[in-house]
């Protein structure tokens, strides 16, 4: 699976973007998707994942109600829409992906820059 995010910027806090994450390589219906996100001198932590087939949607609490994962299948898109960010959720944001039985994510595209400016 290849996987490739683009969308990041530069963004006001308080305003709003939208990554978006194109894949190919496999069936991507099947696949489970995931955003996650490493800001400087930090782990890379989870931000949301979304189960292609029952539509099922996860989110770290820290994001929970401003974030909103969600995927197109005729596209192969997933998508994060990013709504009232903070200085905060400034880091690189991944797309990742791994197939329903996988304990852990193995397939991960390139990371895009998102800076929230206060």
């Known amino acids: 699976v290849q996987l490739q995010a683009f969308g990041g910027g530069l963004v006001q806090a308080g305003g709003s973007l939208r990554l978006s994450c194109a894949a190919s390589g496999r069936t991507f219906s099947s696949l489970v998707m995931g955003w996650f996100r490493q800001a400087p001198d930090k782990e890379r932590e989870f931000v949301a994942s979304f189960i292609g087939t029952g539509g099922t949607t996860t989110y770290a609490d820290s994001v929970k109600g401003r974030f909103t994962i969600s995927r197109d299948n005729a596209k192969n898109t997933v998508y994060l829409q990013m709504n009232s960010p903070k200085p905060e959720d400034t880091a690189v944001y991944y797309c990742?992906?791994?197939?329903?039985?996988?304990?852990?994510?193995?397939?991960w595209g390139q990371g895009t820059l998102v800076t929230v400016s206060s």
């Open positions: 990742s992906a791994r197939s329903v039985l996988a304990s852990g994510y193995n397939y």
